[in-house]
């Protein structure tokens, strides 16, 4: 995953990189890192962060459009 698509994920989730990285119990530094593409998103973090978001597209939270 890119960073351009990692902070995209976490804008359309209404996230923040510290609410990821609590979250995950990580650091906010290795999650502001993958923001600024100065480190490699692992490969299941990716995948989950992916996931969850498609989830949330195809079923948002009540009062919220598609």
């Known amino acids: 995953m890119t960073a351009s698509a990692f902070r995209a994920h976490l804008e359309a989730l209404g996230w923040t990189q510290r609410g990821l990285a ?26 989950w962060i992916e996931g969850v978001s498609a989830y949330i597209r195809k079923h948002p939270p009540p009062g919220r459009s598609p």
Do not use: C, F, K, M
């Not at 609590?22 to 995948?47: C, F, K």
């Open 22 to 47: 609590v979250l995950l119990g990580l650091s906010h530094n290795t999650v502001h890192r993958w923001a600024l593409d100065e480190a490699v998103i692992p490969e299941r973090y990716a995948q």
